[in-house]
C-alpha cells in the first residue's frame, strides 16, 4: 500500500487542495487516475488546476487521517489493478449514511471555497496586510454560492445532514472574517498570530477536518464539530 504525507499550514486553511499539472493548452474539466474508476473535478485559477484531495482519496479508494499539522493520504492496493472491478457501493444505490455523487463532489466545491476563503483571511493577519470587506468579498461569494449548489444537489438524508453542517462551517467562516474586519474598521491592532489562539478559529479547523473525513469515506458521521 502506498502512502503519501502532504505538509498543510497552521491553520489548515488549503489542507484539502492539491495542485494538478496542466497537460495541455485547453480546458481541463476532469482528472482520471490511471487504474482506478471515476473522476476528480478540476477547479482551474490563475493559470493552475487544482483538485480536492478528499474526491482523490475517494476515486482511488483511499483514506485520509491527520497527525498535527500532517495529513496522509493512503492508497488502496487494490484499486491499482486496472482490471480490478469497482467498489460494489459505487455501483450500487446509496445506503442511508453514504453520500450521492452529485453531493459528494458540490460538497467537496463547497469545502474548498470556504479554506481559500479562510486562506486570504490568514494570509492577511499573518503577514499583516489590511483586512478588508471589499478584499475578502470574492472568497465570500464564491463560497456562499458553492454551498447552495451543494444544498441543491442533496437528495439522500446524509446528503442533507451533510448539507447542515457545510452551512455552520460557511457561517462559523463568515462570523470569523467579519470580526477581524471589524477590527481592521475600528482600527485594533491585530497581531500576526491571532488566528492560533482564536477559538472561532480552531471550531473552524476542526469542522474542516471533519468535513474532509466524511468526505473521504463517503459516509455522514457526525463528530459534532461542525455545532
Known amino acids: 500500500m502506498r502512502k503519501r504525507q502532504y505538509t498543510i499550514w497552521g491553520t489548515v ?9 496542466a497537460i495541455s493548452q485547453g480546458q481541463i474539466q476532469t482528472l482520471v487516475v490511471s487504474g482506478y474508476p471515476g473522476s476528480v473535478p478540476v477547479t482551474q485559477m490563475n493559470g493552475r488546476n487544482y483538485v480536492g484531495i ?27 489493478n486496472p482490471a480490478a472491478p469497482p467498489p460494489a457501493e459505487a455501483a450500487g444505490p446509496a445506503t442511508s449514511t453514504g453520500f450521492s455523487r452529485k453531493f459528494l463532489q458540490a460538497g467537496i466545491e463547497a469545502m474548498s471555497s470556504v479554506r481559500e476563503w479562510h486562506s486570504a483571511l490568514a494570509s492577511a493577519i499573518q503577514n499583516q496586510y489590511p483586512v478588508t470587506e471589499n478584499g ?24 442533507q445532514n451533510a448539507a447542515q453542517l457545510l452551512a455552520n462551517e460557511y457561517q462559523k467562516m463568515k462570523q470569523l472574517s467579519d470580526k477581524y474586519v471589524a477590527k481592521r474598521t475600528n482600527m485594533t491592532y491585530i497581531p500576526s498570530g491571532a488566528l492560533e489562539s482564536d477559538a472561532l478559529n480552531q471550531s473552524i479547523v476542526a469542522c474542516g477536518k471533519s468535513l474532509g473525513a466524511m468526505a473521504a469515506s463517503g459516509q455522514f458521521v457526525d463528530d459534532g464539530t461542525c455545532h
Request: proline residues 0%; without cysteine; negative net charge.
Open 136 to 159: 475578502l468579498a470574492q472568497y465570500q461569494a464564491q463560497a456562499m454560492t458553492n454551498l447552495r449548489l451543494a444544498q441543491a444537489s442533496a437528495t439522500t438524508d446524509a446528503d
Open 54 to 80: 478528499e474526491a482523490l482519496a475517494h476515486v482511488v479508494n483511499g483514506s485520509l487521517s491527520f497527525n498535527g499539522n500532517q495529513m496522509t493520504l493512503k492508497f488502496s492496493a487494490a484499486g491499482v
Open 13 to 21: 486553511a488549503t489542507a484539502m487542495i492539491v495542485t494538478v499539472m
